[in-house]
């Protein structure tokens, strides 16, 4: 069986992100507890679900789903920082943090699924702006992927 959390978290680790796995609320509150200072990404991993492919009584294949939130609490060019806030416009959170931040989250995909024994079957990438406490915004990715047991 493959650690799917260690995978994520090692890649996290391995590109300098703050890292937090979870249902929604557990990451809410860890991303409270976490330095976001100028320009640090954070990568959030909800929990898995996994989905057998049985032939003849016997696991063959795995299915496993997420979704990843790769976020930002200050703009990334910037060495002060401009925090994420409410009276931002869509454009302004886009020029400030989305844009880069949605080309760095297929770098993390390709960067995690070239180097496992893991096959990523889809993708869907959407935006999610203001959320927690902590005013974040973030790329989200609902990922697919599948590997052999």
Partial sequence: ????VK???DAAI???YEFAYGRKDIL??????KTLSSGKTVLLVFPFVETARI???IIHEWSVSTILWLGKKFDTSS???TFAQLDETEKQKYDRRLNVMRSTMETLLKYIFCGEDLELTAAVVAREINKFDEELDFISASITFKYDS
Avoid: H, P, R, Y
Wanted: glycine share 10%; net charge negative.
């Fill in 1 to 4: 069986m493959i650690d799917v």
């Fill in 7 to 9: 995978i994520f978290s």
């Fill in 14 to 16: 391995a590109k300098s």
């Fill in 28 to 33: 809410n509150w860890e991303t409270t507890n």
């Fill in 55 to 57: 032939s003849n009584g």
């Fill in 79 to 81: 060495l002060t920082g």
